[in-house]
C-alpha cells in the first residue's frame, strides 16, 4: 500500500451521502470523499485556512470542467510532442546546414590559397573569373586578398588596352 492512499471500508449511510453530494455538485465521488474529509479535518480544527482553502477549491471543481481540462492538457502535450519532434529535426537539419557551409568555406579557403599562389602565372581573364568567385565569399581571408587585387587587375587590362 502506498503511503498516500487510504483504503476505506464505507458503511452504506456514508455511501449514499457521498453518492448524493457528487451528484448536486457534479463532482466524482472521490472527490466528494476528499471535499468531506478536509470539511471534517478542518471543522475539527486540524487544517488551517492555508491548506483548507486550496483543496476545498480543488475537490468542488465540477466534474465536466475537470474532464475538458484534462482534454486539453493531453491535446496540448500531444501538439507539444509534435512541436518538440518538429524542432528536434529542424535542429538537425540546421546542424546538417552549418556542417555543409563550414565545409564549404574551407574549402573555397584552401582553394583561394591556391589561386594566390598562382597569381602571377595566370593571365588576366583567369584572374578575374577567380575575383569574381572571391567576391561570393568577401568575409574569407584569402578571398579578401584576391578582391584587393581587383584595382590591380582592372589598371592592368585598361594598360593593356591602351
Avoid at 470523499?33 to 492555508?50: C, H, I, P, T, V
Avoid at 475538458?68 to 500531444?78: L, P, Q, V
Avoid at 587585387?149 to 585598361?158: L, M, V
Wanted: charge should be neutral.
Amino acid at each position: 500500500m502506498r503511503g498516500n492512499r487510504l483504503p476505506l471500508a464505507l458503511n452504506t449511510c456514508h455511501y449514499i451521502a457521498l453518492e448524493k453530494l457528487a451528484g448536486e455538485l457534479e463532482i466524482s465521488f472521490v472527490a466528494a470523499a476528499e471535499l468531506m474529509l478536509n470539511f471534517g479535518l478542518y471543522s475539527a480544527g486540524r487544517l488551517s485556512d492555508e491548506d483548507f482553502k486550496p483543496l476545498d477549491a480543488r475537490y468542488r471543481r465540477p466534474l465536466k470542467k475537470v474532464v475538458e481540462e484534462n482534454k486539453a492538457n493531453r491535446e496540448n502535450s500531444h501538439l507539444s510532442k509534435l512541436e518538440l519532434e518538429k524542432r528536434k529535426g529542424d535542429q538537425a537539419l540546421e546542424e546538417a546546414r552549418k556542417i555543409k557551409v563550414a565545409k564549404d568555406v574551407d574549402s573555397q579557403n584552401r582553394y583561394f590559397k591556391e589561386v594566390l599562389a598562382q597569381w602571377d602565372i595566370h593571365d588576366l581573364n583567369w584572374q578575374i573569373k577567380q575575383i569574381a568567385s572571391a567576391k561570393n565569399y568577401p568575409d574569407l581571408e584569402c578571398a579578401k586578398l584576391i578582391i584587393a587585387k581587383d584595382c590591380d587587375t582592372i589598371s592592368q587590362k585598361e594598360g593593356g588596352e591602351k
